[in-house]
């Protein structure tokens, strides 16, 4: 990229990824900046599930899955055809299994809310779940079914984010940001270990880090399917979740300094939200004002509220 880019992005996560594809399908000069590689974060090691039932009791962040997942169903197909990379996506049947009675009754408040982006969600008793999985253990009480529960590789998912964001001039560029520069209040530029790139108008999608303890899942998908035990273990894959306190993403305008955006805190559904994430702070940042979804609610000033 020779001139100055128009707007640059922190982090090539499938947030950072997704907000480059719509910005840059709106005519935005892109560029991504990653201390590591495209996908070398969270969006690496996701398990890449696109569950369709509520997420929580707020209603912000059902209507941000909902949103999310009607928008992936179209994404998704048009992605493979636009860069050829195979996202593995899949829909089948889904059942998410309940051990304990606090589960049972989980299972059953879910099943009698709508489904999210049009599923059809149903209770089975331990028996009639057994029916369907033979596998499931006797210690199964019953689960949620659904009737479309989608998957992808959520590292080719984020790769074909990138090609696609690519193919619409999006370009990509190994760098740590280390710093922002800034001049009355507006950003002038990012700070990188190789020297600052001029810009007035920056998206942080940094993700964050933790881990996983993989004993502790290995007990738990043995409680679920005791076969399993005769299974080799073939990879193992940790890494973080970048999770707000609320569960909530924020996605904003910093409050401090004018040109700097958020699109962060998407916690253990970063890649289900990539594409409403994406394309509602695509919108924020080219419109002011986005269209997708309402801007009040995934602003960090919800913390301060709640706190007064
Ligand atoms: C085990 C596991 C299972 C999961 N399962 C699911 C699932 O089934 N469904 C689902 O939707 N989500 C799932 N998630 C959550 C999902 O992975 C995350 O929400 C999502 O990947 C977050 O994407 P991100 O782009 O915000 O962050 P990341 O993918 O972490 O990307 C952030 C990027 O920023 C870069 N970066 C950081 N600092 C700098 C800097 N200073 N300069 C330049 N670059 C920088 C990093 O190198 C990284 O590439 C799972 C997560 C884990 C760990």
């Not at 057994?130 to 529960?149: H, K, Q, T």
Request: charge should be positive.
């Amino acid at each position: 990229m020779t001139a100055s880019p128009e707007i640059v992005i922190v982090g090539a996560g499938a947030i950072g990824c997704a907000t480059a594809y719509y910005l840059a399908r709106q005519g935005a000069k892109v560029l991504v900046m990653d201390r590591e590689a495209i996908g070398a974060g969270a969006s690496f090691h996701a398990t890449g599930l696109f569950s369709p039932w509520r997420a929580s009791s707020n209603p912000a962040l059902n209507h941000l899955f909902d949103t999310s997942l009607r928008l992936s169903q179209e994404l998704l197909p048009r992605l493979k055809e636009e860069t050829g990379v195979d996202t593995f996506y899949q829909v089948a049947q889904g059942l998410r299994v309940a051990l304990r009675a606090e589960q049972v009754e989980e299972g059953k408040a879910l099943a009698a809310a709508p489904g999210l982006a049009g599923a059809k969600l149903a209770y089975l008793d331990g028996e009639e779940a057994r029916r369907l999985e033979p596998r499931l253990s006797p210690r199964v009480l019953g689960a949620l079914w659904c009737d479309r529960f989608g998957q992808v590789d959520s590292y080719r998912h984020t790769l074909a984010l990138a090609q696609a964001a690519e193919r619409s001039g999006a370009q990509f560029q190994a760098r740590q940001v280390t710093g922002l520069e800034r001049r009355a209040g507006k950003l002038t530029g990012l700070r990188t270990t190789t020297g600052v790139i001029p810009c007035e108008r920056a998206v942080l999608a940094m993700g964050a880090w933790s881990a996983e303890a993989r004993d502790r899942l290995i007990e738990h998908a043995l409680s679920i399917i005791p076969s399993l035990e005769a299974a080799q273990v073939v990879g193992q894959f940790a890494g973080p979740r970048p999770q707000s306190q609320d569960g909530l993403p924020i996605m904003r305008p910093a409050p401090t300094l004018s040109g700097v955006y958020l699109n962060t805190g998407h916690g253990h559904s970063g890649i289900l939200l990539a594409a409403a994430s994406g394309r509602h702070v695509a919108e924020m940042v080219i419109q002011g004002s986005p269209s997708l979804l309402k801007a009040e609610p995934y602003l960090p000033m919800r913390f301060v509220a709640k706190q007064q």
